[in-house]
């Protein structure tokens, strides 16, 4: 019996014209926005190689101890689903003259986008009537005076709109991908394409969450008219209020010193605080006939380097931990919003999301590191085989270590964005439940 | 006595027949001619038209709803983004008092990014000059990831997005709502001429819709004035003022484009799936997709880029050559520059053309740009930060007189001029949908 009232639901659904045109509307979106979108790839891709060989150039060939700190770079490779989710734009990383004004004013036109904004919508627009709209029309007398249960009917019409939806959600996301792999080639691979299907398997959890919130409300209103009102009310409260706000309530709640206030901070520790300790501690040994050597060995220099040191990256940590705190406030906030919950998961599982960023900075540091200390041996190895090495002597780095970009594994991504797969489940199972409470009540004359 | 009384009943009499006669004229005026009717009763006619559906509105739950939503959003939004731009302000100052030894180029953020942040986060920084560039320190706390995968809700956010939708909540069912109630046959049968109904119609959802709104705001600025060391100038007040304007005229538009599609469709459902679709395409993905598509047109390199090649030419140059590396840094950076400069003001420029085919961009560009935060201050800021550059580099690093940097920002006649074309197409967007309406309504079946 469900599956009748479902085959009814989709037939009529296919009939109407705002289900056509909505889906027409959703077909050229993603094709158009694809077809950017995987030229916008490709240019990202060779200016990443470009990058790349300018810098090994600058690292073969002018190598030395005192300039190249800021030569080292961990350059990170587009992520390959980069060419339908944008996310966390890696500009976001570099604060510089030469950024791109425009994207603040206009965000761009994403698979996220698509499917959290536009597809929401439509899914708004296929819902609100559900209930209501058979009252006014009367039939939905004529379909409980049947023994059918009530909440057969309800599943019915769930089911019955979810797969009037998936079709031509399908048929327009199958296209977009044909014209990405076409354009752009990122060459995935198996992994990816099952990244996509659960991205595109929460996007229709999120969708459900949509439609059953249609449910209740058609359930519950008098008139379609008031259904519809109220379904988009909370659709633009849920999409386009919550999440925008949370960061800067987020902010407001955990305020945090700005970036640019803590490399001060740091720098005034470092450059100013030590070297002042330094200097008095040698003054007190200033007439004691020691060579410098000495004297540094006498008020234990390396010591104090240390100290300063592990002071800096207490400051640092501290820090780092701060803005995670408020960045994950932010985050709880918005999750509220399955709006939000769609959004993480699609970020986070396709490598454009917060956690993603924050392994690539931490791949970042890493690689720093080492190759920091990779300089340092072969610069006391140099200063060892000839006594008059300086700093701005040429380095040899050939066989420097070499930063190989790894994205984090579908499953540590997966298991990342669990609890909002399961928070969009519980709101499916807390929606459909509150929808049968009041279907169930309504009075069908 | 009874002669009073009868001079009274006389009166009374002659006053109906006065009205019985004012209201023969009404209706024949819709048959013979418009000339007959007195400008004054027209405006009584009117006056009565829109005080009724004032009222109408006003009992209308949904109305109450919205308005009391987005006073609620727009108050939040005023708090947080006063918030931030104290929070900026602070850093500002700060940053200012210990970057004395530099060359810097600072530029406070703008008190009127509060209504509007635009690209104030870009432009309100401070930029070190240094033979290898130019370095960039911000009074921004962005680290917070997030920020950049959601949108900014400042109050232009909500004129543009939310009001806009509330606006055609509140018209997609004026005309075929009415109709299908059965109200419009009504109406219509009276003596009131049908551009009468449908300027009252429109004017009343307008007006009821647009004071609340202007009360929230102009509270708003007070409470800001009074409570927080916030101060707007006179001229930012006018400033302020002229962005409410157009924002007016702005969402006009959305009115009148929810009552047109409402004169045209046959079902008030139609009408609002078709208004919704308008309002998704015109609100978010033309202005949207340009970026992209500008990028499509003009390639150019992104920040990253820039500043490895920048750093580049500074290793190189200090490896090779022994002598007058500053010079030698500096004209190889300046061509870099230069090139660059190109590629992005062409790439700004083609982006704004293609951006200006719809309202909604123009909009944008003339709210943020009155309010010095658009893309104009961008580039004015670009320009300047350009010029101290070159001034440092021409008296040479090494010298003791530090050239000052002072920052005017745009003044309102510039934002103005570069935008005429965004105000007349605003403005005629407005007329030509008026013109829709009333031809569309003039000629509608109320069967």
């Known amino acids: 019996m469900i599956w009748e009232i479902a085959k009814k639901e989709i037939k009529i659904n296919f009939l109407t014209f705002k289900f056509n045109i909505s889906f027409i509307l959703l077909f050229f979106i993603v094709i158009i926005s694809s077809v950017v979108l995987a030229t916008n790839y490709n240019r990202k891709v060779s200016e990443y190689q470009e990058r790349v060989i300018s810098n090994n150039r600058i690292l073969d060939n002018y190598a030395t101890m005192n300039r190249i700190q800021n030569s080292i770079k961990a350059i990170k490779p587009p992520t390959k689903m980069s060419s339908l989710f944008q996310g966390i734009s890696d500009d976001l990383l570099v604060n510089s003259f030469d950024d791109d004004p425009t994207k603040v004013l206009f965000p761009l036109v994403d698979w996220i986008f698509i499917i959290g904004v536009i597809g929401s919508l439509l899914v708004v627009f296929l819902s609100y009537d559900s209930v209501i709209g058979e009252k006014e029309k009367g039939t939905l007398q004529l379909l409980l005076s049947h023994s059918l249960p009530k909440a057969k009917l309800l599943l019915g019409k769930l089911l019955g709109g979810l797969f009037s939806i998936i079709p031509p959600f399908i048929i327009s996301v199958l296209a977009g991908l044909l014209v990405i792999l076409l354009i752009a080639n990122p060459e995935w691979g198996s992994k990816d394409y099952f990244a996509l299907g659960y991205i595109l398997f929460a996007s229709l959890l999120f969708f459900t969450v949509i439609f059953l919130i249609g449910l209740i409300i058609s359930s519950k209103v008098e008139s379609s008219a008031a259904a519809v009102f109220a379904h988009l009310l909370t659709w633009v409260i849920l999409v386009l209020i919550i999440p925008n706000l949370s960061p800067f309530i987020s902010t407001i709640l955990y305020p945090i010193p700005s970036a640019d206030m803590i490399s001060k901070q740091l720098y005034h520790l470092m450059n100013v605080e030590r070297e002042e300790v330094i200097e008095r501690e040698l003054n007190k040994h200033k007439n004691s006939g020691l060579t410098e050597a000495e004297m540094f060995k006498k008020i234990g220099l390396d010591e104090i380097q240390e100290r300063y040191r592990s002071r800096a990256n207490k400051i640092q940590e501290s820090y780092i931990n701060q803005v995670m705190a408020q960045t994950l406030i932010a985050m709880n906030i918005a999750a509220i919003s399955p709006y939000a919950q769609f959004l993480y998961i699609a970020t986070d599982v396709s490598g454009v999301g917060v956690v993603n960023t924050i392994n690539y900075l931490e791949m970042e540091e890493m690689y720093l590191n080492r190759m920091n200390s990779f300089m340092r041996k072969k610069y006391e190895e140099a200063v060892k085989s000839s006594n008059d090495f300086s700093i701005d002597d040429k380095l040899q780095l050939t066989e420097r270590p070499t930063f190989n970009y790894a994205e984090l594994g579908l499953a540590p991504r997966i298991i990342y964005t669990t609890p909002y797969i399961l928070l969009l489940i519980i709101y499916n199972a807390i929606g459909f439940f509150i929808s049968y409470k009041i279907f169930k009540r309504k009075p069908i004359v | ?447």
């Open chain 2, 1 to 447: 006595m009874i002669t009073t009384q009868k001079i009274t009943e006389k009166s009374n009499f002659n006053i109906k027949i006065d009205t019985c006669l004012s209201e023969l004229t009404l209706t024949n005026t819709n048959i013979l001619s418009k000339m007959k009717l007195k400008k004054q009763q027209l405006y009584v006619i009117m006056i009565t038209i829109i005080q009724k559906e004032c009222k109408q509105i006003l009992l209308d739950k949904r109305f109450l709803i919205l308005t009391t939503l987005y006073v609620l959003i727009i108050s939040l939004s005023l708090t947080i983004f006063a918030n931030d731009y104290l929070r900026r302000l602070n850093n500002y100052s700060l940053n200012q008092s210990s970057s004395s030894e530099d060359f810097s180029a600072a530029k406070s953020p703008e008190p009127l990014s509060i209504f509007a942040k635009g690209v104030d986060a870009k432009t309100a920084r401070s930029f070190i000059v240094w033979p290898g560039g130019i370095k960039v320190i911000s009074n921004e706390e962005s680290i917070n990831l997030l920020f950049s995968l959601f949108t900014t809700p400042d109050v232009l956010y909500i004129f543009k997005v939310i009001l806009s939708l509330f606006a055609i909540l509140l018209t997609y069912d004026a005309v075929v709502g009415e109709k299908e109630r059965g109200t419009l046959k009504l109406l219509l049968s009276g003596s009131i001429r049908r551009t009468e109904v449908i300027i009252g119609k429109l004017a009343a959802r307008y007006i009821t819709f647009l004071l609340p709104l202007l009360l929230v705001v102009t509270s708003g600025i007070l409470i800001l004035q009074i409570f927080t060391p916030i101060s707007f100038s006179s001229g930012d007040l006018i400033k302020i003022g002229l962005f409410l304007l157009i924002s007016g005229l702005y969402l006009l538009i959305f009115f009148s484009i929810g009552t047109l599609i409402s004169t045209i469709a046959k079902e008030s459902s139609v009408s609002l799936i078709i208004s919704m679709l308008v309002w998704l395409v015109f609100v978010f993905i033309i202005p949207n997709s340009c970026s992209l598509i500008a990028k499509q047109i003009v390639n150019f390199p992104s920040a990253h880029y820039m500043e490895e090649q920048r750093n580049n030419i500074f290793v190189e140059v200090l490896f090779k050559e022994q002598e007058n590396t500053s010079r030698k840094i500096v004209s190889r950076n300046s061509k870099l520059s230069m090139d660059f400069s190109n590629r992005f003001n062409n790439y700004l420029n083609t982006f704004e053309d293609i951006s200006r085919i719809s309202f909604v961009t123009n909009y944008v560009y003339l709210a943020t740009d009155i309010l010095n935060t658009g893309l104009m201050e961008n580039r004015h800021l670009r320009d300047n930060v350009i010029r101290y550059q070159n001034d440092v580099i021409n008296r040479g690093f090494d010298s003791e007189s530090k050239p000052h940097f002072i920052y005017k920002r745009l003044s309102l006649s510039n934002a103005l001029q570069s935008n005429m074309f965004g105000f007349l197409f605003i403005v005629l967007s407005n007329a030509t949908l008026l013109i829709f309406v009333f031809y569309f309504f003039i000629r509608y079946d109320v069967r």
